[in-house]
């Protein structure tokens, strides 16, 4: 289902109205959660909506330091927003709607953002002189610089390339694999009405999967190189 939406003479396309969506539901999300936080009693042991907040934010906390260190935690807050508009737009699959992730500006505007995320993180561990060092020089000899710089600087921007195009690729795969089967179902059926009915059965087990699991898996995925990269930008290379 595509939703289309006009504002002050522009139209917006539907993967940009589902974002728009998404963003509506998780900014609704957080503020009851900062207000259930405020109005919780440290002193109690957390229950209901508390202990799911508690759990999530754990998880988090657990998967970053995990991934880089025990004093990354301001990292968590970022990881945690992220990972929640990224599930929250695979999963709307299910709901009929057009996952914002199949739009390439999307996912590419969210890759920008993070890699600046983690260039300025790395800046700020390190500084600029020593991050430039480890980034694009790392310690090889003098006289092999003019190779690794320029191999250096070609893998940080093939990041790009792989976040974008990775997230952008499972889910637009997805999508194109179940609107054919779908195609195929209406071909069948107009055929052999009798039978015709059967290939449907498989619609809601391939939404499924490429709503539930693999939208999640690439989550996790986008999140896992986030971190990895992370721990190479603010840690000093030896």
Do not use: H
């Not at 006009?6 to 969506?21: D, H, Q």
């Not at 919780?40 to 042991?45: C, E, G, H, I, N």
């Not at 991050?131 to 070609?154: A, R, W």
């Amino acid at each position: 289902m595509n939703i289309w939406l006009t504002i002050g003479g522009f139209e917006l396309a539907p993967t940009l109205v589902t974002s728009l969506m998404v963003f509506a539901v998780l900014i609704s999300f957080f503020i009851i959660c900062g207000i259930t936080i405020k109005r919780a009693d440290p002193r109690k042991p957390s229950e209901g909506f508390m202990a799911v907040i508690e759990f999530l934010y754990n998880s988090a906390a657990g998967f970053v330091t995990s991934n880089v260190n025990d004093q990354a935690t301001r990292f968590v807050p970022y990881v945690l927003t992220i990972a929640s508009y990224l599930a929250v737009a695979n999963l709307v699959g299910l709901l009929g709607l057009i996952a914002p992730v199949t739009n390439i500006s999307i996912t590419l505007s969210l890759t920008l953002v993070t890699l600046t995320y983690i260039m300025v993180s790395g800046i700020r561990s390190k500084g600029l002189g020593a991050y430039l060092k480890d980034t694009y020089v790392g310690d090889v000899p003098k006289v092999m610089l003019i190779l690794f710089i320029p191999v250096n600087i070609v893998g940080e921007l093939s990041k790009i390339i792989s976040l974008t195009f990775r997230l952008f690729g499972n889910t637009v795969s997805g999508v194109l694999l179940v609107a054919l089967m779908m195609q195929l179902v209406i071909f069948v059926f107009n055929l052999l009405p009798v039978v015709g009915w059967i290939p449907g059965l498989f619609i809601p087990f391939l939404n499924a999967y490429f709503d539930v699991f693999a939208g999640l898996m690439q989550t996790f995925i986008f999140c896992t190189l986030t971190m990895v990269w992370m721990k190479a930008s603010v840690e000093r290379q030896t």
